[in-house]
T-cell receptor, first 109, second 115 residues
Framework: GQSLEQPSEVTAVEGAIVQINCTYQTSGFYGLSWYQQHDGGAPTFLSY????GLEETGRFSSFLSRSDSYGYLLLQELQMKDSASYFCAVREQGGKLIFGQGTELSVKP | DGGITQSPKYLFRKEGQNVTLSCEQNLNHDAMYWYRQDPGQGLRLIYYSQIVNDFQKGDIAEGYSVSREKKESFPLTVTSAQKNPTAFYLCASSSGIGGAKNIQYFGAGTRLSVL
């Protein structure tokens, strides 16, 4: 079967660092993506890992370990505007994305 | 500005009625997708299309239908066979399903409720 697991919610304070984990079990794997969705809005692409290691884009970084079927999104210098839902998504053969159920991040002052 | 436009933003369906959700993109993307999102849940793929006049079922296609007569348009019909249609529907597009990252760009969504 296909499954992705993420924590349902995470809380952190402004200025802190938070890590959102994602473990996956899929029939095929060609990469792990992360998307951000503010309440009731359109998801937007954040990052993508096809190979093991860390990808950094400004305050956001994403990590992948293919041998562990595991990845994470790291958010640094948290800001109030980072409060949103974060989804990991596995890219399967053929290019389709399978999304996790999302992690709701609450940033407190 | 390039982007994806979904309409209407809110839609109400009566019992036994078919309703159609519009999705238009001006990004010149080949691939388009429809997802369903239920409260507190992830996105589940309903249908996708890689090219004009071709589309494939996703994981939850039952009770839905689509067409892809033009590159820029991918309307979704929620038929009366879909017994639990209340959800947030998201349309997305990407430059090609075979692209390395398959970055998908999403519309603002349509919230469908049953009267």
């Amino acid at each position: 079967g296909q499954s992705l697991e993420q924590p349902s919610e995470v809380t952190a304070v402004e200025g802190a660092i938070v890590q959102i984990n994602c473990t996956y079990q899929t029939s095929g794997f060609y990469g792990l993506s992360w998307y951000q969705q503010h309440d009731g809005g359109a998801p937007t692409f954040l990052s993508y890992n096809a190979l093991d290691g860390l990808e950094e884009t400004g305050r956001f970084s994403s990590f992948l370990s293919r041998s562990d079927s595991y990845g994470y999104l790291l958010l640094q210098e948290l800001q109030m505007k980072d409060s949103a839902s974060y989804f990991c998504a596995v890219r399967e053969q053929g290019g389709k994305l399978i999304f996790g159920q999302g992690t709701e991040l609450s940033v407190k002052p | 500005d390039g982007g994806i436009t979904q309409s209407p933003k809110y839609l109400f369906r009566k019992e036994g009625q078919n309703v159609t959700l519009s999705c238009e993109q001006n990004l010149n993307h080949d691939a388009m997708y429809w997802y369903r999102q239920d409260p507190g849940q992830g996105l589940r793929l309903i249908y996708y299309s890689q090219i004009v006049n071709d589309f494939q079922k996703g994981d939850i296609a039952e009770g839905y239908s689509v067409s892809r007569e033009k590159k820029e348009s991918f309307p979704l019909t929620v038929t009366s066979a879909q017994k639990n249609p209340t959800a947030f529907y998201l349309c997305a597009s990407s430059s090609g399903i075979g692209g390395a990252k398959n970055i998908q760009y999403f519309g603002a969504g349509t919230r469908l409720s049953v009267l």
